[in-house]
């Protein structure tokens, strides 16, 4: 009878295993997110505890990788390029694993996100940065923090039982100024040529698909767009200058993979177009 109870608990506990968590947690999770000029970081971790126990060089041997927190991966998120210690690190999300040293330890931000020390693969590291422990007042649960925050630069910093260790964030504002209007320019560009390109498909106000293409030509030229407005003077009988614009969207589009869709019909359109314009004296 005995055993079979403990059967039923046993399934039970599994049948629950991927339902939602309704229990506290021995190490809680936390979050928490700090904006660098125009750069937003996040992370997602967890908490242990130190619990009476010898955590560096005990728990943790030293040596070797550690997940940096417990549970589920500990994750870092940057929404642009920003620098650790002076080392480069492409906007994304990723893993944060660490190898503690009495001396030194190693801090990797590895790409898969869900990594741990069982499955770490060091071929996906991003970015591994050296820095020194230094000791600090008694910790007894885990902590990230961010500190010392100004316009361009920060500390993220690591604590637990009396370790600390702490790398140098820096961001480039210019470039992630530059990196946000262009994106933004790009998105305004697509979004004026899906407009215009509707409109002339669609058969409506050309005058108002010719203003928008325009618009998105002046944001970000490309062969699509400079496509699209070509057949719009076409359609308004400005072959000249429909002529000018198809020649200008060949030219753009021999380095873009995209064209080859487009190729014929930009082609036949430029001997139409040439054979309905007057030669040159």
Do not use: C
Request: aromatic content about 10%; overall charge neutral; glycine content about 6%.
């Amino acid at each position: 009878m005995k055993k079979s109870f403990l059967s039923f608990l046993l399934l039970a506990s599994l049948s629950f295993a991927t339902q939602a968590q309704v229990t506290p947690q021995p190490s809680p999770g936390a979050s928490f997110s700090q904006t660098l000029g125009i750069t937003k970081i996040s992370v997602d971790y967890s908490r242990p505890g130190v619990k009476a126990r010898t955590i560096f060089g005990g728990l943790l041997k030293y040596g070797e990788v550690w997940r940096t927190g417990a549970n589920a991966a500990t994750k870092i998120k940057v929404s642009n390029d920003i620098k650790v210690n002076g080392q480069t690190l492409k906007a994304g999300e990723y893993a944060i694993l660490s190898f503690p040293g009495q001396q030194e330890w190693k801090v990797v931000f590895n790409t898969v996100t869900t990594t741990n020390q069982n499955t770490y693969d060091k071929s996906k590291d991003a970015l591994t940065v050296t820095v020194k422990p230094y000791k600090v007042d008694f910790t007894e649960t885990f902590t990230i923090d961010i500190s010392d925050v100004h316009e361009d630069m920060a500390k993220l910093n690591i604590y637990w039982e009396h370790t600390g260790v702490s790398l140098r964030l820096s961001v480039n504002n210019e470039e992630a100024i530059i990196s946000e209007v262009t994106a933004r320019n790009d998105e305004a560009a697509g979004a004026f040529q899906q407009a215009a390109e509707y409109m002339v498909n669609k058969n409506m106000d050309l005058g108002t698909a010719l203003e928008y293409i325009d618009k998105s030509i002046m944001l970000s030229e490309t062969f699509r767009n400079t496509w699209i407005k070509s057949v719009i003077q076409k359609q308004m009988g400005r072959n000249t200058d429909a002529l000018k614009m198809a020649l200008k969207a060949q030219n753009l589009g021999a380095n873009d993979p995209v064209y080859q869709f487009y190729k014929e019909a930009v082609e036949e359109a430029i001997t139409e177009l040439r054979a309905s314009v007057p030669a040159k004296n």
